[in-house]
């Protein structure tokens, strides 16, 4: 379907995400949820987590692990 859209020279549209569900997905990122695991908990693409937290003026924590503190338990 996206790519006969495209041929027709329309734009692709996604299906907006409700506000509610914004400010949800950047309070948990925030709150220190991986992009994955905020996009698990509201049912949402991890990449669209990513894109609401940009618009939103977030900044996106470095990949990888996060680092282990007392309150955590160890990896693995």
Wanted: charged share 30%; no cysteine.
């Amino acid at each position: 379907m996206t790519k006969i859209v495209r041929q027709a020279g329309l734009a692709v549209r996604r299906p907006a995400v409700p506000e509610p569900v914004r400010q949800e997905a950047v309070r948990l990122y925030v709150d220190g949820l991986t992009l994955v695991e905020v996009g698990e908990r509201l049912g949402i693409n991890d990449k669209t987590v990513r894109l609401l937290v940009i618009e939103a003026g977030g900044t996106l924590r470095p990949r990888g692990r996060r680092p282990h503190t007392p309150d955590s338990p160890p990896p693995g």
